[in-house]
């Protein structure tokens, strides 16, 4: 899974949307015009209902530290049972306030449910920041779940019996029957890489135009099984405790929280250790200054490894230093070991009050 962390989040338009220098949020009329998608959630008065391009980069790159190490690249979750929080999730948080996360996907699944304001994901790989800026750029190019995922597994978009009512488990199962396509993987990758540098602006070294273009390729090569077990079909087509299909490709509906959001620039990915001396506490900083609160904190099973590194009562002082309430929630991954469920170790997802677990941690 993960280890210390890394990364804020930022935001994604398809097949037809692959042109050099398409409009970005710079440009109000061209967005209206090709039906940019709507907010989803009213901010924190101080908090901007869009970032530019300037500043979203200068608070990813102002907000990082250095580059860490983990013993794997983790480009997809292993915790297939991550949504059984969801219900109860919803219950304790409120839209609107700010959602921070760690590592690859299933954040958006957390976002789409939280509905947030802005979003920042932490990861303590560098790797996870340009995964989280190629998931930016496919987001803003795709038009709605089916071109998404044809961007982001490199395979031509399905006959026309996909559309906006179908389920998560008819789009996968539709891809699952169409070939990989070199020539779409080299057109999106060079879309990925405009959108990002001339669309945007990003400053983005060479270092993390390769990153970018080795996480995408380990998409296009190796499908739905970047890992293995479980697969990418099979974290989207999980459900939540009740049975119910709540991924954020459940429904055009859940995609779009997403999508409003990286089009916003405010999913924004940041290379930070939880135990560090930098990066949460410059969020809270910011946080603070503009009168937000956190709603959700998603830590994966990150804790165990800073317990490991006697790090833990670091973090608990960082986490201390940002705007809490009493509905501000961690999440958090529990290894309930080997032989628990279908796919090896199991990880159990449960909810935990922020500011409870914390309180004496502010010194």
Same mark, same amino acid.
């Given at each position: 899974?993960?280890?210390?962390?890394?990364?804020?989040?930022?935001?994604?338009?398809?097949?037809? #949307?692959? #042109?050099?220098?398409? /409009?970005?949020?710079?440009?109000?009329?061209? @967005?209206?015009?090709?039906?940019?998608?709507?907010?989803? !959630?009213?901010?924190?008065?101080?908090?901007? !209902?869009?970032?530019?391009?300037?500043?979203?980069?200068?608070?990813?790159?102002?907000?990082? %530290?250095? &580059?860490?190490?983990?013993?794997?690249?983790?480009?997809?979750?292993?915790?297939?049972?991550?949504?059984?929080?969801?219900?109860?999730?919803?219950?304790?948080?409120?839209?609107?306030?700010?959602?921070?996360?760690?590592?690859?996907?299933?954040?958006?699944?957390?976002?789409?449910?939280?509905?947030?304001?802005?979003?920042?994901?932490?990861?303590?790989?560098?790797?996870?920041?340009?995964?989280?800026?190629? *998931?930016?750029?496919?987001? %803003?190019?795709?038009?709605?779940?089916?071109?998404?995922?044809?961007?982001?597994?490199?395979? /031509?978009?399905?006959?026309?019996?996909?559309?906006?009512?179908?389920?998560?488990?008819?789009?996968?199962?539709?891809?699952?029957?169409?070939?990989?396509?070199?020539?779409?993987?080299?057109?999106?990758?060079? @879309?990925?890489?405009?959108?990002?540098?001339?669309?945007? #602006?990003? /400053?983005?070294?060479?270092?993390?135009?390769?990153?970018?273009?080795?996480? *995408?390729?380990?998409?296009?090569?190796?499908?739905? !099984?970047?890992?293995?077990?479980?697969?990418?079909?099979?974290?989207?087509?999980?459900?939540?405790?009740?049975?119910?299909?709540?991924?954020?490709?459940?429904?055009? %509906?859940?995609?779009?929280?997403?999508?409003?959001?990286?089009?916003? &620039?405010?999913?924004?990915?940041?290379?930070?250790?939880?135990?560090?001396?930098?990066?949460?506490?410059?969020?809270?900083?910011?946080?603070?200054?503009?009168?937000?609160?956190?709603?959700?904190?998603?830590?994966? &099973?990150?804790?165990? *490894?800073?317990?490991?590194?006697?790090?833990?009562?670091?973090?608990?002082?960082?986490?201390?230093?940002?705007?809490?309430?009493?509905?501000?929630?961690?999440?958090?991954?529990?290894?309930?070991?080997?032989?628990?469920?279908?796919?090896? /170790?199991?990880?159990?997802?449960?909810?935990?009050?922020?500011?409870?677990?914390?309180?004496?941690?502010?010194?």
């Amino acid at each position: 899974m993960m280890r210390r962390m890394l990364i804020l989040l930022v935001l994604l338009t398809g097949a037809a #949307g692959l #042109g050099v220098g398409g /409009p970005g949020p710079r440009d109000p009329r061209a @967005a209206a015009a090709r039906g940019s998608p709507p907010r989803v !959630a009213t901010p924190a008065p101080g908090l901007p !209902a869009q970032l530019t391009d300037r500043d979203f980069s200068k608070m990813s790159t102002e907000w990082s %530290e250095p &580059n860490g190490f983990f013993r794997s690249d983790n480009l997809t979750s292993n915790e297939l049972l991550f949504q059984h929080v969801l219900t109860d999730l919803v219950r304790r948080t409120r839209p609107g306030d700010v959602y921070l996360g760690v590592g690859p996907e299933q954040n958006y699944t957390y976002i789409a449910a939280v509905k947030p304001a802005m979003a920042v994901i932490f990861d303590i790989r560098r790797g996870n920041l340009q995964l989280q800026l190629m *998931y930016k750029a496919l987001f %803003e190019m795709a038009a709605d779940r089916v071109e998404f995922v044809s961007l982001l597994f490199a395979r /031509p978009r399905p006959g026309p019996g996909l559309g906006p009512k179908s389920t998560v488990v008819d789009i996968f199962s539709a891809f699952a029957r169409a070939p990989k396509s070199e020539a779409l993987y080299t057109q999106t990758l060079k @879309a990925i890489t405009n959108r990002l540098t001339k669309t945007h #602006g990003l /400053p983005l070294p060479a270092e993390d135009l390769d990153g970018i273009e080795y996480v *995408y390729h380990a998409f296009y090569w190796s499908g739905f !099984a970047v890992r293995a077990s479980p697969t990418y079909e099979d974290l989207m087509t999980e459900t939540d405790e009740a049975g119910a299909f709540k991924s954020y490709l459940a429904s055009e %509906e859940r995609f779009a929280v997403v999508k409003s959001l990286e089009f916003r &620039n405010l999913v924004i990915p940041v290379v930070g250790d939880f135990g560090g001396p930098k990066s949460i506490r410059a969020v809270g900083a910011y946080l603070k200054a503009h009168g937000a609160t956190v709603s959700t904190f998603y830590l994966s &099973n990150v804790e165990q *490894y800073l317990e490991q590194d006697n790090k833990w009562q670091l973090f608990c002082g960082n986490v201390a230093a940002l705007p809490l309430d009493m509905s501000s929630t961690f999440i958090r991954s529990t290894n309930r070991g080997r032989g628990f469920g279908p796919f090896g /170790p199991g990880f159990v997802s449960r909810l935990g009050a922020m500011a409870e677990e914390t309180k004496n941690c502010g010194a």
